[in-house]
């Protein structure tokens, strides 16, 4: 049972263009965490999320979570070629920092 | 830099034969993790600690698992390697508490023959 459906799972966009990755779910969770990975390396925090409704930014990023704190998504503004990569959404359950991960959703930006 | 070090970029096992994979973490986190990752499916828990000599399943534990002896160092055990084990194994580790990010280790890509 995937409890984080993320979509799109594939985006393929020329640079300059805007595009925005959501993650949904069925379930309330404590806190949610983005993550960006590059190939053949382990995850990177992006951010996290705590508070219903807390949109955050980090340059061309913003990161929005859901009232209820089911849902979130990420926005990119004039997407570049570096942004390239699979980003991961990730929900906290309980207060210890256990995740569940979204299946990713795999970002190409060509020049 | 802090960092999560995972022992082997890669492996390649027969089947059958039980394997080792080490992770050390220099950060002084509580938590402990290891997931494994395959195509369209994400990352899925395999187990868990938060604390020394504490363990706890994940999502996916049949045919592993897991030591943690010191508080640095977790270890993922294939007691028989299978071939449906062959994927992309991380680490990683947090302080204990939600809104602590992972820290991720560059994975261990495991073939199983």
């Known amino acids: 049972t995937q409890l984080l459906e993320q979509s799109p799972q594939f985006l393929s966009i020329q640079e300059g263009e805007n595009l925005t990755v959501y993650c949904n779910s069925s379930s309330v969770f404590s806190s949610l965490q983005w993550y960006r990975q590059e190939p053949g390396e382990g995850p990177v925090l992006l951010v996290t999320v705590v508070t219903g409704g807390e949109v955050k930014k980090l340059k061309r990023l913003t990161f929005q979570f859901g009232d209820a704190r089911k849902d979130s998504s990420l926005h990119i503004t004039a997407a570049q070629p570096g942004d390239t990569g699979l980003y991961l959404c990730a929900g906290a359950r309980g207060q210890g920092g256990k995740l569940i991960f979204g299946q990713g959703t795999e970002l190409s930006v060509k020049p | 830099d802090v960092k999560v070090t995972q022992s082997s970029r890669y492996l390649v096992k027969r089947t059958g034969e039980k394997v080792f994979l080490e992770c050390v973490q220099d950060?002084?986190?509580?938590?402990m993790f290891w997931y494994r990752q395959d195509p369209g499916l994400g990352l899925r828990l395999i187990y868990f600690?938060?604390?020394?000599?504490?363990?706890e399943k994940g999502d996916i534990p049949e045919g592993y698992s897991v030591s943690r002896e010191k508080k640095e160092r977790f270890s993922l055990i294939l007691e028989s390697a299978s071939t449906n084990q062959t994927s992309m194994y991380l680490c990683?580790?947090?302080?204990?508490?939600?809104?602590?990010?992972?820290?991720f280790g560059s994975g261990t890509r495991l073939t199983v023959v």
């Open positions: 600690s938060y604390d020394v000599k504490m363990k």
């Open positions: 990683a580790s947090s302080f204990f508490g939600h809104v602590y990010g992972y820290t």
């Open positions: 950060m002084d986190h509580e938590n």
